[in-house]
């Protein structure tokens, strides 16, 4: 009998700002393999509770209680999260803000590695682009990309340059995207799951994303775990979330 790895471990959590709970967590763990959504209001705490995850609590959030990460305490772990546990934030950020694509891509794995490895990026990143306008986009200022693209670009680089990584945690994947990229980002989700020892935990505020295997829910500050409902609403989805875009 195969027994699931603990990726990450939060008891006894309770975020707080001055006096005000914001999320009261009493037990949540992530295995390996696990596709969770996180689910709430707008305002709700679910974007905090995600940062918690991360190690990466505003300055001002008051934190009690204990997170693992592969039985290790989050804070005494940052340096070996690098490349394991990749945190995709709401907001799009960028080594090479004022460069280009090409620009970021060197950045993130070097001249040589990019001419070597180009080919992969472009096959990568064919569900949203052909090859011919690849070569047009990598040549792109960033700063001169739509809000959407820019969500994106930033989707697809995270998942691309961390292939290591055995924990994605993603905040909000869908805002400032286009609806007709998110069947290609939740099957290409699905294909970073078929590695099977990765988890991912993702934070959305509608159920029109992916499937998961568990999600929960944020409300009144609790933090409970809900049954899934699929809105289907990029068309019919088979029982592992597939959408059928990527072969």
């Given at each position: ?183 290609g980002i939740n099957d290409l989700l699905n294909r970073v799951m ?54």
């Amino acid at each position: 009998m195969n027994v699931l790895k603990e990726v990450i471990k939060a008891e006894g959590v309770v975020l707080s700002y001055k006096e005000s709970v914001i999320v009261k967590c009493n037990r949540f763990v992530v295995n390996e393999g696990d596709f969770v959504c996180i689910s709430g209001l707008n305002g709700s705490g679910k974007s905090t509770f995600l940062k918690a995850l991360a190690g990466q609590c505003d300055p001002e959030i008051h934190f009690e209680g204990k997170i693992e990460f592969l039985g290790n305490s989050v804070d005494d772990t940052q340096t070996a999260f690098k490349g394991r546990v990749v945190f995709i934030k709401q907001v799009p950020e960028f080594k090479e803000e004022y460069g280009t694509v090409k620009d970021e891509f060197i950045a993130g794995v070097g001249y040589k590695n990019y001419k070597n490895s180009r080919q992969s990026i472009v096959s990568f990143f064919s569900n949203f682009i052909s090859e011919k306008d690849f070569s047009v986009l990598e040549k792109t200022k960033i700063e001169r990309l739509n809000e959407g693209h820019k969500k994106l670009l930033y989707i697809l680089l995270k998942l691309y340059l961390n292939p290591e990584a055995v924990l994605f945690l993603i905040d909000e994947p869908l805002n400032y995207l286009d609806y007709k990229f998110a069947p290609g980002i939740n099957d290409l989700l699905n294909r970073v799951m078929l590695k099977g020892n990765t988890a991912i935990v993702f934070v959305s505020h509608c159920k029109m994303f992916a499937k998961p295997n568990r999600q929960y829910l944020i409300e009144n500050h609790g933090f409970t775990e809900v049954e899934y409902h699929c809105l289907s609403c990029f068309g019919n989805v088979d029982n592992k979330g597939n959408y059928g875009v990527l072969k």
